[in-house]
Nanobody
Framework: QVQFVESGGGLVQPGGSLRLSCRSSIRFFSLYDVGWYRQAPGKQREWVASITRSISTTYADSVKGRFTISRDNAKNTMYLQMNNLKPEDTAVYYC?????????WGQGTQVTVSS
């Protein structure tokens, strides 16, 4: 059974930074496209950023220029560096891994941006 360990969430003031990590137990992690999603209270889950097997990155317009997604295949881990955080970034953040073998989700980590 695939497991994820997410960490790095918390409370931060507007303009601050956080780095989320998501370590997985997936075999052949390097063969998966991975990404981050978020869900704010009362809203649908939305895509935030993705990084493919070939290390191509894409971002939602709302986070472009502020967030950076990366991965370390040797550690089976993906990251999301979040800078210049805004109150509207407040949400539960989920990591995701996807390929023909399956689609897997982390348990989520809370990010709260508030003064």
């Amino acid at each position: 059974q695939v497991q994820f360990v997410e960490s790095g969430g918390g409370l931060v003031q507007p303009g601050g930074s956080l780095r989320l990590s998501c370590r997985s137990s997936i075999r052949f992690f390097s063969l998966y496209d991975v990404g981050w999603y978020r869900q704010a209270p009362g809203k649908q889950r939305e895509w935030v950023a993705s990084i493919t097997r070939s290390i191509s990155t894409t971002y939602a317009d709302s986070v472009k220029g502020r967030f950076t997604i990366s991965r370390d295949n040797a550690k089976n881990t993906m990251y999301l560096q979040m800078n210049n955080l805004k109150p509207e970034d407040t949400a539960v953040y989920y990591c995701n891994a996807d390929n023909y073998r399956g689609n897997y989700w982390g348990q989520g980590t809370q990010v709260t941006v508030s003064s």
